[in-house]
């Protein structure tokens, strides 16, 4: 998160951290009780390993009462995600057990109706992501608020030119932004969440670039589809 300030610790209980050798990759966020929603852009440089997922943490370092380690039964990508685009960039992830509820622990509620959320809205994006250009990894969470900007003027020539589909939602990125390492993340308008963060152009804090989301809603049937799936 450039250009944004610590968390209130477990203010956002929802939050994940997916982590490969204990070293932290990508956000992600409790859909359900034993369900992660992340991107998934962020399996790209896993050489096929499976994440572990830590929930209830502020902290990535530091002991806390609640904070746990799951393991990960399954992964899976959404079926369109590709290296080449950030197209469908979603990433299910069911833990090996139903994550433990509490003050610290809770699932955050997701859009599930299909409608742009509009322009100039104020969301919230949070995550253990670089919090400078030179790439320093935070230890605690942070956050920052982002005003939505219309596909329209995320769609112009000099943004990112049409690139941006309907099932795409843009905030500005001007100082304040997502970055490296924020992938996978909520973004999080009136306590919903409406989009997960994309890397998109792998440039951050540059207004010529806006910060890209994958809208949650236009996929409802298929998380419902695999959650239900894989039930049991
Ligand atoms: C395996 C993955 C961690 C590779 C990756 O994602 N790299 C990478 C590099 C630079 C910026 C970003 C990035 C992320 C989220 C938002 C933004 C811009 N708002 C940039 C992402």
């Not at 070293?23 to 859909?31: S, T």
């Not at 069911?94 to 959320?117: I, T």
């Not at 992501?129 to 900007?149: A, F, M, N, W």
């Not at 670039?209 to 809603?217: D, E, F, H, M, S």
Request: hydrophobic letters at 35%; proline letters at 5%.
């Amino acid at each position: 998160i450039l250009g944004g300030y610590e968390a209130k610790p477990h203010l956002r209980p929802y939050m994940a951290s997916l982590q490969l050798d204990g070293q932290h990759v990508c956000g992600g966020f409790l859909i359900a009780e034993q369900w992660v929603l992340s991107a998934a852009h962020c399996t790209e440089e896993t050489d096929g390993r499976v994440f572990q997922v830590l929930l209830g943490a502020h902290s990535l370092r530091e002991p806390e009462p609640h904070k746990r380690l799951y393991r990960v039964r399954a992964q899976i990508p959404h079926p369109g995600s590709n290296i080449h685009n950030n197209k469908d960039d979603l990433l299910l992830l069911q833990l090996e057990e139903k994550a433990e509820l509490n003050a610290h622990v809770q699932v955050l509620p997701w859009q599930r109706e299909d409608r742009d959320v509009a322009a100039d809205t104020v969301c919230e994006v949070a995550g253990w992501g670089t919090i400078s250009h030179s790439g320093r990894r935070p230890d605690k969470l942070y956050q920052v608020e982002r005003p939505v900007i219309s596909r329209d003027v995320c769609n112009h020539r000099t943004r990112h030119d049409g690139t941006i589909t309907e099932k795409m939602m843009c905030t500005d990125s001007r100082k304040k932004d997502s970055c490296k390492g924020d992938s996978g993340g909520p973004l999080v308008c009136s306590g919903v969440a409406e989009g997960v963060v994309t890397a998109g152009s792998r440039v951050c804090g540059n207004y010529k670039k806006p910060a890209i989301y994958t809208r949650i809603a236009p996929y409802a049937a298929w998380i419902d589809g695999v959650m239900a799936s894989a039930a049991g």
